[in-house]
């Protein structure tokens, strides 16, 4: 059996094999998470030329930059539930009008936040510790890193559109482009190479500033072509109070999911600096090891968002469910898989970053438990891309804190010091909660209730000719009218079918 697509080479996940789809879906996905991963690392080798002070004052930009793609990534997975869920229904016009204004309120959003950050550079870099000689570089590089912002929400709005409409291959290829020019322009900033000059630190930054623009100006070219999945329309960019808050109302708790999880790293973080130079070191190179894997888990919970999204916008619940059970079913047979490969190789894999032994003993240890739970924590992930493609996103959040500091940071501290497990008890903690995580959310997916879609009812589609559903929310409301408003006679309307290209007048 092929799978189905749209006739712009996106998914159509509301038919063909379900676990096929996944894959097909998941794989650029993982690739781009990939890539961003390789580039943080190549960017870090560029500074770390310049000395440890460049180093430092790049460190300590980092967590509010991160903090703001988290902000980003609240308003897109909205974006991206509402356009499955309309692309699921065929109402493609729809599914332009919500693509359209993801790109307006994350635009907003951004020059807002990057407009505070840039008012409030000093006194925050004197809260996250920059002093001294650190002080000056991290100023630098703040300055120009904080314009980014906007074009990054931009970049950000056109994948979870695209996504949300089931292509993940042209994301892929702009990461790619974006990636490799900021390879290539760190050195010649940095340094001066040619007719540049150095900027030293701040020539990183600038490398980041141009690449992050060219991604997000060619992704909003793209969405405006009418080439691809999702088409924006100029006028559809105007702001739009209700639409704003609906994007806004799902976003709200995915933004605060991500903080959660960034939050709760810090903490960790802080955490193991009591426990010595040894265990920091162990627990650094495991948590490096365990983001590769949640790049692939985080993956599939995306996918998984879109299919259940569109099955949900389509009508077809029953399936929505089966894209959230394969979803966890592929998880835990990769990520299960990958989990007893780490604890088999362990040693060996700990003695790629490290020739210590205390280190490499520790870190052997640690990862020969948490390797157990790695399905568990991809799982707890996959479980709330569902969520999400439903528009639940506030049962992701749940989720989320649940985890990251309902259970692991107090079972950390009381395993560590109340039971005097020492380092121990961090692994430990980790797989424990990871694991009654992963219980939680497989029995809230069993339970149901999640499963409705947050666009018109679609759940029993009306025959032609009959009314429309009732929206089921404000800006599903508004879309409905204006879409009822811009139709022509019904005589002169031809068949969805015969429609032709989807940025038709026919819609």
Request: charged share 10%; no cysteine.
């Amino acid at each position: 059996m092929t799978l189905a697509r749209t006739a712009r080479g996106a998914i159509d996940f509301t038919q063909g094999p379900i676990p096929a789809n996944l894959l097909r879906l998941a794989w650029p996905l993982v690739a781009g998470n990939l890539l961003q991963t390789v580039y943080n690392l190549v960017d870090m080798f560029w500074v770390g030329r310049l000395g440890a002070t460049q180093v430092a004052a790049v460190s300590i930009v980092f967590p509010t930059d991160w903090l703001l793609v988290s902000m980003a990534l609240g308003i897109t997975v909205a974006g991206a539930a509402l356009v499955s869920q309309w692309t699921g229904a065929k109402q493609p016009r729809e599914a332009d009008r919500v693509a359209a204004q993801t790109v307006s309120v994350a635009v907003i959003s951004a020059l807002v936040l990057a407009t505070l950050g840039h008012w409030l550079r000093l006194p925050l870099l004197r809260l996250m510790g920059a002093e001294g000689e650190v002080f000056p570089d991290a100023l630098a590089y703040m300055t120009v890193i904080i314009w980014s912002v906007p074009f990054t929400f931009l970049f950000f709005a056109f994948r979870s559109s695209l996504r949300g409409a089931g292509d993940t291959l042209r994301p892929m290829y702009l990461t790619i482009f974006s990636n490799v020019l900021n390879v290539v322009l760190d050195p010649i900033l940095i340094f001066g190479w040619g007719p540049a000059p150095a900027m030293g630190v701040a020539g990183a930054a600038w490398a980041t500033l141009i690449a992050r623009a060219l991604a997000g100006l060619v992704g909003l070219g793209w969405l405006l072509s009418g080439r691809l999945a999702v088409r924006v329309h100029p006028e559809d960019l105007i702001p739009r109070w209700d639409m704003a808050r609906e994007l806004l109302r799902l976003g709200l708790p995915a933004s605060l999911d991500g903080a959660a999880r960034s939050f709760s790293s810090v903490a960790m973080v802080a955490i193991v600096a009591r426990l010595g130079p040894v265990a920091t070191a162990a627990y650094g190179i495991v948590n490096r090891v365990m983001s590769m894997i949640w790049t692939a888990s985080g993956a599939v919970g995306q996918a998984v968002a879109t299919g259940v999204g569109q099955n949900l916008g389509a009508g077809q619940l029953a399936r929505s469910r089966r894209v959230a059970w394969a979803g966890v079913a592929l998880d835990l047979l990769l990520l299960g898989s990958g989990g007893l490969a780490a604890i088999a190789f362990a040693p060996g894999i700990i003695k790629v970053f490290v020739n210590d032994p205390d280190v490499i003993e520790l870190g052997t240890r640690f990862l020969r438990v948490v390797g157990w739970s790695f399905g568990f924590a991809g799982g707890v992930m996959v479980v709330q891309g569902a969520f999400q493609g439903a528009g639940r996103t506030g049962a992701s959040m749940v989720l989320a804190f649940l985890n990251h500091w309902l259970l692991r940071f107090p079972l950390a501290i009381g395993l560590i010091w109340g039971l005097g497990w020492g380092p121990a008890g961090l692994w430990w903690s980790m797989f424990l909660s990871s694991t009654a995580s992963f219980a939680v959310a497989v029995a809230w997916l069993w339970r149901g209730g999640w499963h409705k879609a947050v666009i018109p009812s679609s759940q029993t589609p009306a025959p032609a000719g009959s009314p429309a559903a009732v929206p089921s929310s404000p800006a599903a409301q508004a879309i409905s009218s204006q879409t009822a408003s811009e139709q022509p006679p019904a005589q002169s309307e031809p068949p969805l079918a015969q429609s032709g290209s989807h940025g038709s007048t026919a819609r």
